[in-house]
């Protein structure tokens, strides 16, 4: 039996994948809430730092079980490290979690215990996707001439066979593509490595953005993918702890603390394992920190009439997928201009960022009132009509001379909090993630939906 974290078991229906569909799914969660055990199936897999077992009351999960093991060059060399398993299941479950809610699709369901987690059963890929910002380490040796320290604009991504005996072989795509190789019934072309391809740039971007907000370079970064035994889908798998980057605070590769630091070991002492250690734990103390933002900032939606309520909810629905707060008012710029103005000042006087959105149709004042009367971003967007939708374009795009600077045109109600999203973005890494993951499942979804239609067309 596993003993569960008391309170830690909340998940999503979804996860429980027996025939009995969500009322039994339902059920089985209750049961395991109440007995605060997992029972264990049989060990599926053994790595040099985790152990992977079926879950019994959870078909299509599996527990993902951390080891007090610490390894480097294909485990020539592992030592015994006395509670790395829960600083590497710390680790991995917030930066699953970071990951998760910013909108990528990855194995990780729920942190279970000090040294373990949940996860959705995947047939692994036997790749590792590396994506650099920074030349160093072992790509130095393979690139002579290439001095250290060069960036790279775009990240640059590799991939390496995962094969012990030839320490971890680079592949080309080509290489990848040749194999054929099939991971639970998916066979992975040309589509699914591209998939791949832009996931690891993203990822590694996101991780990147985030410890960023810590003083913290992050230099390089190496993942997994798996299939998805039940969805039949690509996703994020494995673990993503100290092990699996390199971390710079403040830039300076002498104050590394990532694995490297037991890698460049000389000779292994109790002392020198302490250090190794602290390390570690210093990295699963500020990963914590990354879950939540400093940055603030809100969408204040004005409407000329509350007719157009509904319109404007819409609006506020897609601010809160960005994790923006958005609040609605009603004011008429032309019907109570002082009223408007005091609305206006309402919102700059507490020292929030925030962003104006006017709803207003036919001869639209709301906007451009707005916009000649405060420092903050305007977003003007009527709802559109059949009778008076060219004429509402006009109205808010004919601006006296001087005003258009803080002045922004977007017809849809989705482009509105996005375009919001991306203002704050630029102070606000949760708020870039889900930007940046947005546009990643909009390119996956494209290429998805080309490679369908090519497959049916053949």
Known sequence: MFTLLEDDWTFATEHSRNKGGVMAGMHTIRKMESSGELRLGKKLNEGKTKEVYELLDLPGCVLMQSKDQITAGNAARKDHMEGKAAISNKTTCCIFKLLQEAGIKTAFVK????????????????????????????????????????????????????????????????QLIAANLNCA??????????????????????VEKTWSTQDCTLVDMKIEFGVDVTKKEIVLADVIDNDS?????????????????????????????????????????????????????????????ISDLVHCEKIQKSCTNYGIPCELRVTSAHKGPDET??????????????????????????????????????????????????????????????????????????GRAQFAAQ?????????WSKLRSCTLNTWISLKEADAKLRQCST
């Open 423 to 431: 203002i704050f973005g630029l102070n606000d890494h949760l708020v």
């Open 185 to 206: 019934g998916l066979v992975i072309g040309q589509a699914e490595v591209d998939i791949m391809n832009h996931s690891t740039a993203a990822i590694f971007e996101i």
């Open 111 to 174: 942190k279970c215990s000090a040294t373990g987690f949940i996860a959705s059963h995947c047939e692994m890929i036997p790749i590792e996707w590396v994506c650099r910002r920074i030349a160093t380490g072992s790509f130095l040796k393979r690139n002579p001439g290439v001095p250290e320290g060069c960036k790279f604009y775009p990240p640059k991504v590799e991939m390496f066979f995962k094969d012990d005996a030839n320490n971890d072989p680079q592949w080309s795509e080509e």
């Open 245 to 305: 980057w390199r971390l710079w605070p403040s830039g300076d590769k002498t104050q590394q603390k990532d694995k490297q630091t037991y890698r460049d070991l000389k000779e292994i002492t109790p002392e020198a394992m302490q250090t190794v250690k602290r390390n570690f734990e210093w990295v699963a103390d500020k990963v914590e920190l990354l879950l939540t933002s400093d940055g603030q900032g809100r969408v204040v939606v004005l409407m000329g009439s």
């Open 341 to 414: 103005l005091r609305i206006k000042a309402e919102y700059e006087g507490d020292g929030i960022p925030t962003v104006f959105v006017a709803v207003a149709g036919r001869s639209n004042g709301l906007g451009p009132v707005l916009s000649g009367n405060t420092a903050y971003p305007v977003i003007n967007c009527p709802p559109l009509t059949a009778d008076w939708g060219a004429q509402d374009v006009w109205s808010s795009l004919r601006m006296p001379s001087g005003k258009a600077g803080l002045f922004y045109r977007v017809i849809s109600r989705g």
